[in-house]
């Protein structure tokens, strides 16, 4: 089992940067691919970047690729998005979550953090 908490999230121009963390507790780590979603009022949640468990392997949604990096970090149990030119409709509550298979979907992640807000400003 492995709990998540997010932070970094807050106010930022739009073409501006964010870097997004997301720490871990539990002794596997490094056996969970982890991801990140999002999610703004109204809609669902969707996907945005997964790393696979060696940090090897790296997944985006369409929509973030090429401004958004993750990566991890398994001796620290962390994960992090870094988010360069930031864009209004990047405006949403952002979750980390931890999956036994590597996945783009929320359903094949077991666990999740609280969210951290980002908000865009144009």
């Known amino acids: 089992q492995v709990q998540v908490v997010e932070s970094g999230g807050g106010l930022v121009q739009a073409g501006g940067s964010l870097r997004l963390s997301c720490a871990a507790s539990?002794?596997?780590?490094?056996?969970?691919?982890m991801g990140w979603f999002r999610q703004s009022p109204g809609k669902e949640r969707e996907f945005v970047a997964a790393?696979?468990?060696?940090?090897?392997?790296?997944f985006y949604a369409d929509s973030v690729k090429g401004r958004f990096t993750i990566s991890r970090d398994n001796a620290g149990k962390m994960t992090y998005l870094q988010m360069n030119s930031l864009k209004p409709e990047d405006t949403a509550v952002y979750y980390c979550?931890?999956?036994?298979?590597?996945?783009?979907?929320?359903?094949?992640?077991?666990?999740w953090g609280q969210g951290t807000q980002v908000t865009v400003s144009s």
């Open positions: 979550a931890a999956a036994r298979n590597l996945g783009t979907t929320p359903g094949y992640y077991d666990y």
């Open positions: 539990g002794r596997t780590f490094s056996s969970y691919t």
């Open positions: 790393v696979s468990r060696s940090g090897e392997s790296k």
